[in-house]
């Protein structure tokens, strides 16, 4: 789905409780990540709406069966601004009017959908019975547990 043409409200789903959405339907276009329950990140600016200024699809990682492509399969060169695809990650970047633009990656996209309206609040992010809570962001090798 190509957002420089598409006015739409569009929820995006990985294998992550968190889901985020794109609404392009106003003068310019907005972000919402609603985190999720589980080990998901968490951050100042979740579940609140922020400018969008970029998304940048990455190459596809998983084939239309949503197996996952090999390296030798992945076309590393496709990468699409302002494109959302089932199959890749995308990079949000955001202005939360501050001096700095931030940033999020999401997980690979397993699903997309277009919505006429922002779903209510306890609806946002997946539930307990479509995603495992257990999975979600690990420690990095040699980092301290609790």
């Known amino acids: 789905m190509d957002l420089r043409t598409s006015k739409v409200l569009a929820a995006i789903y990985t294998s992550s409780s968190t889901a985020y959405y794109v609404d392009t339907r106003g003068a310019r276009p907005l972000l919402f990540r609603a ?14 709406w922020v400018a969008l200024t970029d998304v ?19 076309d ?13 990650r995308h990079q949000y970047t955001f202005d939360p009017g501050g001096p700095d633009l931030l940033w999020w990656v999401q997980r690979v996209a397993e ?35 609790p």
């Open 111 to 145: 699903r997309i959908e277009i919505l006429a309206d922002m779903p209510p609040e306890a609806e946002r992010s997946r539930r307990a019975d479509e995603v495992d809570f257990l999975d979600g962001p690990h420690p990095s090798p040699g980092a301290a547990g």
């Open 76 to 88: 590393w060169s496709d990468v699409r601004p302002w494109v959302l695809r089932v199959g890749s």
């Open 56 to 74: 940048e699809s990455g190459p596809r990682l998983n084939d239309v069966r949503g197996r996952e492509l090999d390296d030798a399969q992945v």
């Open 35 to 48: 985190r999720g329950q589980g080990r998901t990140g968490r951050g100042r600016w979740d579940d609140v």
